[in-house]
């Protein structure tokens, strides 16, 4: 087991929970709270406004050079507050324009490298314990986490979450599950930094779980790695 501070990633797919999952763990262990894909959508709203061309490669990593991202624990319901440039981009980020464009940054090796340094460089920051959570956290950002966590759900499970998240704005159910179905191909399909489900992380599939269970479940992983000589 390593030293230094707890630290416990989160993998797994678009809609499985991990957000809120991650976030209640957080508070629960007292916790910094590190929503990596916040950073991947911070930077795909940036290069959206810009009207950067988003298959200039250059171009979206010179957007994240340029984007000074803050992510802080006072967000909405299950989430982190986000600002970009200092501007409160917490919901602006969420929305289905930047979620179906983000493939172009994080398919993108220069922005994958840029956004792990600086998820690395944030976690050396911190001296407490950090949950983070992410698509490649336990692969390539911090293959050294005490807790390595791979949370899923099935496919109509994370539709039917996702839905209730959008609420009137939720378009049909086969046209969220093909989103997801496309956006899991992506995460897992792509070259650098894929959505990777390691063999030192504990396999948890939350479809017939409450969140409460699921926190509790992470929680109890958290406590006996903390305890491991
Ligand atoms: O977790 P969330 O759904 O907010 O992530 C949005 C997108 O950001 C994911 O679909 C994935 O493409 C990308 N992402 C990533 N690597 C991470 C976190 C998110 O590529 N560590």
Redesign the pocket.
Known sequence: MSQGPLLVVI?GP??AG??TAARRLADRLGAFYL???????ACTLRALRLGTDLSDGAALAAVVDETKIELLPDGPEGKCRVLLDGHDVSEAIRTREV?NS??HL?NEPRV?ER?VAR?QALAVARAGTIVA?????GSV?FPHAQVKIYLDASVTERARRRAEDLGGDAPAPEKLQQEITA?DR??TT?LV?P?TRVDDAHYVDSSSMTLEEVVDHMAALAAAAGQAP
Not at 35 to 41: H, K, L, P, S, V
Not at 133 to 137: A, F, I, S
Request: overall charge positive; charged content about 40%.
């Open positions: 993998d678009a809609g991990k957000s929503d990596t894909g916040a950073m991947y959508r979620t983000i493939h994080a994958r956004l998820q959570e992410g698509r490649d956290l950002v956006r992506r995460d792509r930094g959505l």
